[in-house]
C-alpha cells in the first residue's frame, strides 16, 4: 500500500491532535507529537508489507518515502532525522544544514558525531523520556547547545529531533546572574548598614562627632540601596511594556529645557557645564515622557559623572531624515573599545569602584537601552580613551496625521 487517502487523514488528525497539545502544553510538546505523529503515519503507510508479502529495506525504504513527508519534515524548522537499521534513510532541509547533506543514508553514529548521542541513537534504551531529554553541546558550533529527544515508530524507525536551546541557556543564565548580582548589591551596603549600627550601639554611640560619622555613613548606603531598587522597579516596568507602543505625542526639545532646569535647580556642581543646541521646529516623537525624561537624566547624569570637572556636557537636538537625533557628549577618560558592547546589560561596570563611589548602580544604560528599543529607537555609543564619549539616540519622529475627507468637510462648515 502506497500514500494514500488515509494517510493524509492520519496526518490531518495529527495536525489537529498537535494543534490541541500547543495549546494545552506548549510549544516543544506540540512540534514533538507533529514530527513523530507525520513521520508514523507516513512511515507506516510505506512501511507496510506490500503484495508480494516483502517488508520494505531501510535503502528502498528511504527512496520509496513520499515527498509529503519530506516536505512536511523540511518545513519544520529544527532538525529531524528518521533511522531505521541505524542508518539515516531521511533528514530534513534543518537537519542537513546542521550535520551535512552526505549523512542521508549514514551510519547514524557518524551523522550526529557526539559521544552522549551515540550509543541512544540505536540502542533499545536509546528512547528518550519526555522529562529527560539528551544535551548535546557543540554540535555544529562549539558554544551551540541541543536538546536532543529519541522516539520510536511502531513501525521500527527512530525519530530524533534536535532543540535548539542555545538562546534558552543564554537566557536563562542570564537570569541567574541578574538575580545573584543584584543580591550582591544590595547585601553589601546593607552588611555596611548593619556593621555600623552594632557599633553604634557599642560605646562609639555615645561620642557624639562619631555617631555623625557613622549615621552620615548608614544614610548614604542606605540611599545608595533605594536607587537600586528604585532602578530594578524602572527596569521591570519598562520592560514590561515592551510590547506596548508608546503613544503620547512628546517635544523632546521642551522636555530636554525640563530636565536641563531640573538638574540646574538639583545644584549638582556639574549642572552649570551642560550646553543645549536644540534645533527649532522639531515634530514630536510618539513616545512615554516619564521614560524619556529618565533616559535623558541617565545619559546626562553619566556625561557628568564620567566627564572631566569643567569640560562642558554637550547636548544636541536635531533631526535626521524621518527621525530625531538626541547626543549628548561628555570630555573625559572615554570608554575602550572592548567595554563598548556590554556597556548595556546589567551591572556592567568598566570600573566599579569608580561606578560605586560616586553612586553608580550600574542599570543607568540597561535601563536607556531598553526604553530606546521600547520607542523603535536606536542607540550608539562612540568613544575614544582620554578624550570622552558620545551618546546618540535616534527615535522616530511622528507623522503628522493626515487629513480625512471627512476632517476637511467639518473645517468647511466651521
Ligand atoms: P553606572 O550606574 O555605573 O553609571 P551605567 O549603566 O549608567 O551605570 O553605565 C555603565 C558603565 O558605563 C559605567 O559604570 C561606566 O563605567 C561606563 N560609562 C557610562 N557612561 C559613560 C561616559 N559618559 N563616559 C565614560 N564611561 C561611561
Given at each position: 500500500m502506497?500514500?494514500?487517502?488515509?494517510?493524509?487523514?492520519?496526518?490531518?488528525?495529527?495536525?489537529?491532535?498537535?494543534?490541541?497539545?500547543?495549546?494545552?502544553?506548549?510549544?516543544?510538546?506540540?512540534?514533538?507529537?507533529?514530527?513523530?505523529?507525520?513521520?508514523?503515519?507516513?512511515?507506516a503507510s510505506e512501511g507496510v508489507p506490500t503484495?508480494?508479502?516483502?517488508?520494505v529495506?531501510?535503502?528502498?525504504?528511504?527512496?520509496?518515502?513520499?515527498?509529503?513527508?519530506?516536505?512536511?519534515?523540511?518545513?519544520?524548522?529544527?532538525?529531524?532525522?528518521?533511522?531505521?537499521?541505524?542508518?539515516?534513510?531521511?533528514?530534513?532541509?534543518?537537519?542537513?544544514?546542521?550535520?551535512?547533506?552526505?549523512?542521508?543514508?549514514?551510519?547514524?553514529?557518524?551523522?550526529?558525531?557526539?559521544?552522549?548521542?551515540?550509543?541512544?541513537?540505536?540502542?533499545?534504551?536509546?528512547?528518550?523520556?519526555?522529562?529527560?531529554?539528551?544535551?548535546?553541546?557543540?554540535?555544529?558550533?562549539?558554544?551551540?547547545?541541543?536538546?536532543?529527544?529519541?522516539?520510536?515508530?511502531?513501525s521500527?524507525?527512530?525519530?530524533?529531533?534536535?532543540?535548539?536551546?542555545?538562546?534558552?541557556?543564554?537566557?536563562?543564565?542570564?537570569?541567574?546572574?541578574?538575580?545573584?548580582?543584584?543580591?550582591?548589591?544590595?547585601?553589601?551596603?546593607?552588611?555596611?548598614?548593619?556593621?555600623?549600627?552594632?557599633?553604634?550601639?557599642?560605646?562609639?554611640?555615645?561620642?557624639?562627632?562619631?555617631?555623625?560619622?557613622?549615621?552620615?555613613?548608614?544614610?548614604?548606603?542606605?540611599?545608595?540601596?533605594?536607587?537600586?531598587?528604585?532602578?530594578?522597579?524602572?527596569?521591570?516596568?519598562?520592560?514590561?511594556?515592551?510590547?506596548?507602543?508608546?503613544?503620547?505625542?512628546?517635544?523632546?526639545?521642551?522636555?530636554?529645557?525640563?530636565?536641563?532646569?531640573?538638574?540646574?535647580?538639583?545644584?549638582?556642581?556639574?549642572?552649570?557645564?551642560?550646553?543645549?543646541?536644540?534645533?527649532?521646529?522639531?515634530?514630536?516623537?510618539?513616545?512615554?515622557?516619564?521614560?524619556?525624561?529618565?533616559?535623558?537624566?541617565?545619559?546626562?547624569?553619566?556625561?557628568?559623572?564620567?566627564?572631566?570637572?569643567?569640560?562642558?556636557?554637550?547636548?544636541?537636538?536635531?533631526?535626521?531624515?524621518?527621525?530625531?537625533?538626541?547626543?549628548?557628549?561628555?570630555?573625559?577618560?572615554?570608554?575602550?573599545?572592548?567595554?563598548?558592547?556590554?556597556?548595556?546589560?546589567?551591572?556592567?561596570?568598566?570600573?566599579?569602584?569608580?561606578?560605586?563611589?560616586?553612586?553608580?548602580?550600574?542599570?543607568?544604560?540597561?535601563?536607556?537601552?531598553?526604553?530606546?528599543?521600547?520607542?523603535?529607537?536606536?542607540?550608539?555609543?562612540?568613544?575614544?580613551?582620554?578624550?570622552?564619549?558620545?551618546?546618540?539616540?535616534?527615535?522616530?519622529?511622528?507623522?503628522?496625521?493626515?487629513?480625512?475627507?471627512?476632517?476637511?468637510?467639518?473645517?468647511?462648515?466651521?
Amino acid at each position: 500500500m502506497g500514500f494514500g487517502i488515509r494517510t493524509l487523514w492520519a496526518i490531518v488528525v495529527v495536525v489537529v491532535a498537535a494543534a490541541v497539545v500547543f495549546l494545552t502544553a506548549g510549544p516543544a510538546p506540540a512540534i514533538i507529537a507533529l514530527v513523530g505523529g507525520i513521520a508514523a503515519a507516513l512511515v507506516a503507510s510505506e512501511g507496510v508489507p506490500t503484495e508480494a508479502g516483502d517488508d520494505v529495506t531501510a535503502e528502498e525504504g528511504h527512496d520509496g518515502l513520499s515527498p509529503l513527508l519530506e516536505e512536511a519534515l523540511d518545513a519544520i524548522v529544527e532538525p529531524v532525522l528518521l533511522i531505521e537499521g541505524g542508518r539515516v534513510i531521511l533528514a530534513n532541509r534543518s537537519a542537513r544544514g546542521l550535520l551535512g547533506t552526505h549523512i542521508v543514508g549514514e551510519d547514524a553514529r557518524i551523522a550526529i558525531r557526539h559521544p552522549a548521542a551515540a550509543e541512544r541513537l540505536l540502542t533499545k534504551e536509546g528512547v528518550t523520556d519526555p522529562d529527560h531529554p539528551i544535551s548535546l553541546v557543540g554540535l555544529g558550533s562549539l558554544e551551540q547547545r541541543w536538546e536532543m529527544r529519541v522516539a520510536d515508530t511502531t513501525s521500527g524507525q527512530r525519530i530524533v529531533h534536535l532543540i535548539d536551546q542555545t538562546a534558552h541557556d543564554a537566557a536563562e543564565r542570564m537570569r541567574v546572574d541578574f538575580v545573584a548580582n543584584a543580591s550582591h548589591e544590595l547585601r553589601t551596603p546593607l552588611a555596611s548598614i548593619l556593621g555600623f549600627i552594632e557599633t553604634l550601639g557599642d560605646e562609639a554611640g555615645e561620642d557624639a562627632e562619631i555617631r555623625a560619622r557613622f549615621l552620615k555613613v548608614m544614610f548614604d548606603e542606605a540611599r545608595r540601596m533605594q536607587r537600586l531598587v528604585e532602578d530594578l522597579i524602572s527596569l521591570s516596568r519598562i520592560e514590561a511594556d515592551k510590547y506596548r507602543l508608546p503613544a503620547q505625542p512628546v517635544d523632546m526639545a521642551e522636555l530636554v529645557d525640563q530636565v536641563w532646569e531640573e538638574f540646574l535647580d538639583s545644584g549638582s556642581p556639574r549642572a552649570d557645564d551642560i550646553a543645549c543646541e536644540l534645533a527649532d521646529d522639531l515634530p514630536p516623537v510618539a513616545g512615554d515622557r516619564a521614560q524619556l525624561s529618565q533616559m535623558l537624566h541617565n545619559l546626562i547624569g553619566n556625561a557628568m559623572k564620567y566627564g572631566k570637572a569643567e569640560t562642558p556636557v554637550r547636548v544636541r537636538l536635531d533631526r535626521d531624515g524621518p527621525m530625531l537625533r538626541l547626543s549628548v557628549a561628555d570630555r573625559g577618560e572615554g570608554i575602550a573599545a572592548s567595554h563598548l558592547p556590554r556597556l548595556t546589560e546589567r551591572f556592567y561596570r568598566v570600573d566599579s569602584g569608580r561606578s560605586r563611589s560616586i553612586g553608580g548602580t550600574g542599570l543607568g544604560l540597561a535601563i536607556v537601552k531598553h526604553i530606546v528599543e521600547r520607542h523603535r529607537g536606536k542607540l550608539e555609543i562612540v568613544s575614544e580613551v582620554g578624550v570622552g564619549t558620545t551618546v546618540t539616540v535616534r527615535l522616530p519622529a511622528l507623522k503628522p496625521p493626515e487629513k480625512n475627507a471627512f476632517e476637511n468637510a467639518v473645517t468647511k462648515i466651521q
